[in-house]
Each structure stands twice: as structure tokens, then as C-alpha cells.
């Protein structure tokens, strides 16, 4: 069973950790675990962050679609040398283990993991794609250059701490506190050993200044946010490769999933939900490796079996391969609001100090993530960019387009202070499809010279066109021939024209003879 353990100070949390030995490590034959389950208050403020929008993208909000999120990975040793590469043992992980790690968070959480090519038929539609990229931080909080990306070393010999094993309470307690660097610009990870058969655990975002009573703490706190994983469940090389069945990186994806605002599938009780309509309902957490279909009909409305392959369930590592369409927009919603998790958006501790030419886009501000145009079929872009580098920016070309097609350029001229944002308003793209649209930008030549990093020179915004919506009056009318009837529209079309010819919002209908009219 996935471990994974969330200590949030609500009324609702459910602790059965001291039932377990404390004093030893061990890989569980299943995942075990015990976690919180999250208040109705925080699902309220989730479905009401945007009044025209729910989670599952309809109407207007504000999401950025791609995310870059800079980590730091705490690694906690007993006065060790650092692993071999191919170490079994050791506590002082190797930096091809911790880079092992990042690669399968870029895979899982965007959809690119192999294993996709085992999702059932029924549910490869649903495949999740998150457009969120874990990056190795490069710069420490006091702005000087890491010398291994994205890891932090700590001897808990010289900080005085007791071995690991480590409790939870010992690690939020102790070793959080005093080692965290700021949660407002870094995915604080830590990896050590832990005991009481726990592979893993997170703090959920923060909903911030949101009035809701009762959250604090474990919520993303100062001091406490972040995740834990155990230092042999972490990667897939490397001291986690022989422990099977949590041997893929998968309980870093499972943790990090609710690091940024994902339930477990089955909704943390029986038949329950996860609040996103696309993952169907489980009866509780599944373990091992499920045949699919499994557990068809068992809840109420569940005709497809269940989604035992979700990252979110409690499956082994070979058995869980997706994230599902609708805990994207729910991350992406949660991302943007979500005080910390929103402040990561503009950090720039993945970028070296004196890059020199360094422009990237931030964001897309319009159109906005999953937007929908009523029978408008043009876009007027707005780009959110930042001066990365070392130096002003003064210039800089957009390539731009929509659908792959009609491809447009524009030369920016400027004068943006390094580490600052500007937005930058582009031509309009006409010729729009109706449904799905792709807005692709692409920056490039800051000061006309070559872009020392090119990650975040790219960005993708996925917005839709529709033809509206109308009521007919009456809705469905039996017209005997010789008879008439007049038909009312209603609704958000501009135009309306009738495959008889008429046109406008009323129309006499008077058929001799059956006829279908649209």
C-alpha cells in the first residue's frame, strides 16, 4: 500500500501511526498509510476560486499553463561519503539517483512516462498531461551557485539530530525547521530514513488568506512545507533499485500529487469522491496490481471498473502510470492560487546568476487556460515575460501562431531590468477552429544574441471556441401540414440563420410536407 502520510491540523485527522513500530525501517509488503482527510471548507474554497469556472475548465480564469518548478532536495546522512552510482546502501544519495528522481516527475506529470502505452482503452481520452517542469535549483537562498544542482547535503551528526530512522514527528518537528529553504521559491524535498513502514508524506498548499478556519500548520507552512520520501523508494537507480515493488520514482509523484492539491482517487472514504469528474468512483484504496476491469459497478454510476493505474491510488509502482485530465486542471487551479505554490511561478533560482541573455515567457495572460469564445474567432495574445538574465533586455522576436499554421513574428523593443516582467501585447491570429485551439509563442534573440537558456523560451495555451448556446421555443414542435408555428431562440448567438433561409431570432414555420429544420 502507498505510504504516505499527511499530518494536518484539522478536526479530521485520522492517525493510526502509533500502532507501528517507530524503531525500524522496512520496505511494507503494501503501502500503509495515515493520512488526513481534507475539511469540506477546502474543497468549497477550491470549486469557488473562479465563479465562471469549475475544475473541469469551462468559462474564463486566470491559470498559466506551464509551471517550472525549482526543487531542492535535502538529503539526510550519518557523516557518510557520497554513494556509488550503483549503491544498494548508504543514506548520502548520489546525484544521478536525485536526477533519476526529477526525470520521472517531467515524464509522470506530463505524460511522457512509457508506460502510458498500458492505459486501458476506456480511459487513454482521460490521460492528464500537467505542463509542470521539476527543474534542479542552481542558486541558494543567499544567491550564490549550488555545487550539485538541486541538492542540499546535511550531516546530521553536526546538526546534532538522532539517527534515522526518523518519525514523522521528529522530522516536522526537527529536522523541517532547520533545514527548510524558502518554500515561496523552492519544492523543498527531503530524503532520509523513516520509520514506521512509511514510504512518504507531503503538506497540502496553503489556501492562504481564503477565511477558512482551522488550516494551518501541515498546510504549507513557513516551516513544514514540502515532501518526504524514504531514501530507498526515491528514484529508480541507485539505493531504490532493488526495493520492488516502489522501485519506478513513483511515491515522489504520488506525494508530490498531493503537493500540489490532488486527493487520493477513491475521495478518502467509501465510494467517496476526489472531486475530479474524470477519475470514477472507487470504493476505497486498491493495492498491488489490479487486473483491469476491477471492481466494475461496485459504486453507484462506476460502469468503466476503477482507475487503479492513477498515481493517486496506493498500487505498486509498475501498476500506476496516469494522472487524469481533471486533476490537471485542479492542480493548475490550486497552483495559481495557492500563495506558495503561485509565488513559484516567477522564481528564478533554476537560472545561474550572470547568465547575460536570458528572456523567457512566465505565462500566457490571454487567451487564458482553457477559455471559451462564444463565435469569436480571433485572439488578441498577451504574453507575460521576464529578464532572466544578467543584463537589460532590449529586444527580443516572438514567433507565434495558432493550430501550427499562419505563423506570425513580432520584434519586441524594450528596456527590462534583469529579474523583472513586462507583458508584451502580440498580433492578432484569425481563422480560429471551432473546439480545441493550441496558442504556441516562442521567444528568442534577447538583445539579438543567443538565449543562454532555452527551457523557458516556449509556452502552450489551450483554449476553445464556441457556437454558443440557444432555446428553442418550443423545444421540439410536432407542425401538422396546413398548421404553423412561430419559434423563439434565446441564447448567447450573434446570428441566426435557418436552413430554410430565414434568418433572425423568430421564425414561422408552415411545412407542407415533413421537413426537418436546423
Known amino acids: 500500500m502507498r505510504s504516505c502520510n499527511f499530518k494536518i491540523k484539522t478536526l479530521f485527522l485520522i492517525s493510526f501511526l502509533t500502532t507501528l513500530n517507530l524503531k525500524s525501517q522496512t520496505i511494507p509488503a503494501q503501502r500503509t498509510c495515515g493520512t488526513a482527510i481534507l475539511p469540506q471548507q477546502y474543497e468549497t474554497w477550491v470549486q469557488s476560486l473562479s465563479a465562471q469556472n469549475s475544475i473541469k475548465g469551462q468559462g474564463q480564469n486566470s491559470i498559466q499553463s506551464i509551471f517550472y518548478i525549482p526543487v531542492i532536495v535535502h538529503v539526510i546522512h550519518n557523516a557518510e561519503n557520497v554513494n556509488s552510482v550503483n549503491a544498494s546502501t548508504g543514506n548520502n544519495l548520489n546525484a544521478a539517483q536525485i536526477q533519476d528522481q526529477i526525470n520521472i516527475l517531467n515524464k509522470d506529470f506530463n505524460g511522457t512516462n512509457a508506460d502510458t502505452n498500458l492505459i486501458p482503452a476506456v480511459f487513454k481520452p482521460f490521460l492528464g498531461k500537467f505542463q509542470m517542469y521539476f527543474c534542479l535549483a542552481v542558486v541558494n537562498p543567499t544567491g550564490g551557485v549550488i555545487a550539485e544542482p538541486g541538492i542540499d547535503r546535511i550531516n546530521r551528526v553536526t546538526k546534532g539530530w538522532t539517527a534515522s530512522p526518523y518519525s514523522i514527528n521528529y522530522i516536522d518537528g526537527i529536522i523541517k525547521p532547520n533545514s527548510i529553504w524558502n518554500p515561496n521559491l523552492y519544492l523543498n524535498m527531503w530524503v532520509c530514513g523513516m520509520s514506521g513502514g512509511i514510504l512518504g508524506y507531503a503538506t497540502f498548499p496553503n489556501p492562504g488568506a481564503s477565511g477558512l478556519a482551522g488550516l494551518t500548520g501541515s498546510f504549507g507552512s513557513a516551516t513544514t512545507d514540502g515532501v518526504v520520501i524514504l531514501n530507498t523508494a526515491f528514484g529508480s537507480i541507485g539505493t531504490a533499485a532493488s526495493n520492488a515493488p516502489y522501485n519506478k520514482g513513483r511515491t515522489a509523484t504520488h506525494e508530490v500529487g498531493h503537493w500540489i492539491g490532488l486527493r487520493h482517487i477513491w475521495g478518502d472514504g467509501n465510494c467517496a469522491t476526489d472531486y475530479c469528474n474524470d477519475t470514477p468512483i472507487a470504493q476505497t484504496s486498491n493495492f498491488n496490481c489490479p487486473t483491469f476491469p476491477y471492481h466494475v459497478g461496485t459504486c453507484p454510476g462506476n460502469t468503466t471498473g476503477e482507475m487503479t493505474m492513477n498515481y493517486m491510488d496506493y498500487t505498486n509502482d509498475a501498476c500506476m502510470y496516469m494522472f487524469s485530465k481533471d486533476q490537471k486542471n485542479r492542480a493548475q487551479l490550486i497552483m495559481t492560487n495557492s500563495p506558495m505554490r503561485a509565488s513559484l511561478i516567477t522564481s528564478t533560482v ?168 436546423s
Open 350 to 517: 533554476c537560472n545561474l546568476p550572470n547568465i547575460g541573455n536570458d528572456v523567457g515567457i512566465t505565462f500566457v495572460s490571454s487567451p487564458t487556460y482553457s477559455q471559451t469564445l462564444n463565435c469569436i474567432f480571433n485572439i488578441n495574445p498577451i504574453i507575460n515575460i521576464t529578464n532572466f538574465g544578467s543584463t537589460p533586455l532590449n529586444s527580443a522576436l516572438f514567433t507565434f501562431n495558432a493550430n501550427g499554421v499562419n505563423t506570425q513574428t513580432l520584434n519586441w523593443v524594450g528596456n527590462l531590468l534583469p529579474n523583472n516582467s513586462t507583458t508584451v501585447a502580440l498580433s492578432q491570429i484569425s481563422g480560429l477552429m471551432m473546439g480545441l485551439n493550441n496558442f504556441s509563442v516562442n521567444v528568442s534573440l534577447p538583445n539579438g544574441s543567443t538565449d543562454n537558456n532555452l527551457t523557458n523560451n516556449n509556452n502552450l495555451q489551450q483554449f476553445y471556441v464556441s457556437g454558443g448556446s440557444f432555446t428553442l421555443t418550443p423545444s421540439s414542435p410536432t407542425i401538422c401540414s396546413g398548421y404553423s408555428v412561430n419559434i423563439n431562440a434565446s441564447g448567447t448567438l450573434v446570428n441566426f440563420t435557418w436552413s430554410n433561409g430565414a434568418t433572425g431570432a423568430n421564425v414561422n414555420l408552415s411545412p407542407s410536407v415533413t421537413t426537418i429544420y
